[in-house]
């Protein structure tokens, strides 16, 4: 062998061999952080963030599916509700960031195609599908084509999920939510220059509102036949419903959300104006809410009595509108005498 050949061949034996340990040390960091929840989470720090929850939730769901029995489905408003506070069900809390009824419903075609049949489903209601245009649902690839997630090893060798795994440790969180050592969501902590300071205000006229998407929420219901299925609207601000109120979207609304109830075997509303929604305490926005008010709505959704929400059963939609106008014009008129005048 030539000097210039041995020469070629140390040099790539050095390159692969760089290239290995790179690899390595890629896919050791990213398994002690595991930002796609394919082993224990975070190990480093105990914070584990929301980069990919359509994919980290799956991850974390199939590690061991028969160990739920009821599953929480919704936006990332309901990733704050404690699955353990669902007495007598083991839930797992498949809600993420921004879902639109039409993801969750790929989603449960996934998850029956795999034999997965809750006792109990809990769906969170998102106002905004039934206002504007439609959102086109973004979901991994293996959902679409009921395949498999990636491997551990493919995904771990990536240099996008080495990125989470950096920022994770640097704590550039995406949202302002994490996910704790028992992964359950938390909202982040913030100075009171930084809470919610909310401004009674119309909110952007709704050009459209949509009844009829209704029909995705019933479809979605229908998915698990076998199981109990509460349905329920989250807690949202007073400030916001009043928004939407004013700008006359708030009817039409209610309308839809009355006939998703009528296809649930259980449906609370926690988002009509109570002292919970009216309080400025546990929400940084109006609409996502502390872990501790979430654990107060789910003891509700499965109580005999909903405080502080209300039972949407048995009800006439008349009887829901009319109850939300008398609810608003107590709240406006108490804002009203706060406001000094002149």
Known sequence: MTRSARRLYRYLAWLVGSAIVVAAACFALNCLVDPLWYLRGNILTGINY??????????RFFADPTAYDCLIIGTSRATLMPARDIKGYRCFNFAFSDAHVSEELLYARYLRARGIAPKLIIVDVRREDFIGPEAEPVVPDFIRTNADPPSILLSYLSLDVLNFSIRTLQGDAPHHRYYDQNFEAQLEVRSAKRRYKPVLAPMPPPTDVHPER??????????????????????????????????????????????????????RDFAIPSAMTESLDGTYDGTHYSSATNAIVAAALIADKPDPGIDWHGQELATIVDLYHQRLERFTAGLNKKTPSG
């Open 50 to 59: 929301p980069f990919n929850e359509r994919f980290a939730k799956t991850n």
């Open 214 to 267: 209704a029909a995705q929420y019933i479809e979605l219901r229908q998915m698990f036949p076998e199981a109990r299925a509460i349905g329920y609207l989250p807690p949202e601000s007073a400030w916001i419903i009043a928004g939407l109120n004013l700008v006359g979207g708030l009817d039409a609304y209610l309308g839809g959300i009355f006939k998703v109830a009528a296809a649930y075997d259980d449906f």
